[in-house]
């Protein structure tokens, strides 16, 4: 059996989309089948999976944007490449080549999924094109090729443009994690840690606002934050008045999991969402978490019991959540206990990839090794 893995964009190794397709990739090939994968650009991402001995086609024309020349360039290759490679099921990652990828199959008979990691149309300021975003998916629901929610949101939202539910299915996010069992509370000041792309997206503004009013009322605490991205000289800008120590740009690692065994709290911050990879992975590793109340954030969070959820561009209402956390720091192991309960129950590594492999059909009963992560 040969799979077919395409993502948009190749210039970042820290998405969450990024991971999963590692993840999927990796564990299908265990199983015995042939990965190949299809990603825009020529960025680092290509380079780690090819390391990782994978076979890459690198679409260097592809756009995340709206390009009807490249688009129908783009396109032309798919199909060159799916008519090439003869893959058994083709998994189509991110909006872009979602689109593209579902056109191609179609034409080369090929049975498809697309996963988009969080609805392209989402209706908020901060997202430009939602509206050319929508229309689209109502012209492409005409095609045969299935869309898999990572939450029951992305589903929601897709049934609510008109998509058939047949075509409809829900596969949760599920992410390894690593708890530390030397991690204890001290007296010192609470370690908030967060995780984001610098894009539009990502709502740092409120952020950064939460934190000055954290500072302003002298509650001592820490924020260190992982990420890049085009937006990255604007974001450190709105933290630069800090004073040294407080506020971390740590850059971009590959084991997030351990640094966040050794924080307290994780923040996350956003104008819209799926199902967050990254709030999965510090419940994984027992962390509380603070986040937007957008997309998926509510299936993963209790709010008050295992976190907290914040209304969009509510500074103060984050602000309090993160207080809570540094005025009462039981409620820090409490509420990642509980976040931990869940993670086990639904979020867990090894559901997720069960899922995938009998809905792609890589094999009818199988039993992961999850214990390590090989990408």
């Known amino acids: 059996m040969k799979i077919l893995i395409g993502m948009t964009r190749s210039d970042t190794r820290v998405s969450g989309s990024f991971k999963h397709i590692c993840q999927i990739g990796e564990k299908f090939r265990q199983e015995g089948a042939e990965v190949v994968y299809a990603l825009g650009g020529d960025g680092d991402a290509i380079t780690l999976l090819r390391e990782a001995g994978f076979k890459v086609h690198a679409l260097t024309g592809l756009k995340r944007d709206l390009s009807p020349l490249s688009d129908l360039s783009s396109l032309i290759k798919l199909i060159w490449l799916i008519a090439k490679e003869r893959p058994t099921v083709c998994s189509w990652h991110t909006a872009k080549i979602g689109a593209l990828g579902r056109i191609a199959a179609m034409f080369t008979f090929r049975r498809s999924y697309y996963v988009p990691h969080g609805v392209p149309f989402v209706n908020t300021p901060e997202n430009k094109g939602y509206r050319k975003f929508e229309k689209l998916e109502k012209i492409l629901s005409v095609l045969p090729s299935k869309i898999i929610g990572v939450c029951e949101f992305d589903k929601n939202e897709y049934a609510r ?119 999965i992975e510090a419940m994984a590793c027992k962390k509380a978490v603070v986040a937007s109340d957008v997309g998926g954030c509510s299936e993963l969070i209790n709010h008050s019991d295992s976190g907290y959820l914040v209304p969009i561009r509510d500074s103060h209402r984050m602000a309090n959540s993160m207080q809570e956390y540094i005025d009462d720091k039981q409620k820090v192991i409490e509420h990642g206990e509980k976040a931990h309960v869940l993670y086990q129950q639904k979020y867990s590594l090894s559901v997720m990839l069960e899922r995938y492999a009998k809905e792609y059909g890589v094999i009818e009963t199988i039993n992961f090794d999850v214990t390590k992560e090989n990408i």
């Open 161 to 279: 443009i008109g998509v058939p539910d047949k075509k409809l299915l829900v596969i949760q996010n599920g992410m390894l994690g690593k708890t530390n069992a030397s991690w204890k509370l001290t007296d010192k000041a609470v370690q908030f840690i967060t995780a984001a792309r610098f894009e539009a997206q990502k709502d740092y503004l409120t952020l950064a606002a939460a934190c000055n009013h954290l500072f302003d009322n002298n509650k001592p605490f820490t924020l260190s934050i992982y990420g890049d991205g085009q937006h990255e000289d604007q974001v450190k800008s709105m933290f630069a008045h800090f004073p040294e120590g407080v506020i971390n740009f740590c850059g971009v690692v590959s084991n997030f999991a351990d640094k966040l065994a050794e924080a307290d709290v994780f923040v996350l911050s956003s104008f819209w969402e799926g199902l967050p990879r990254s709030i």
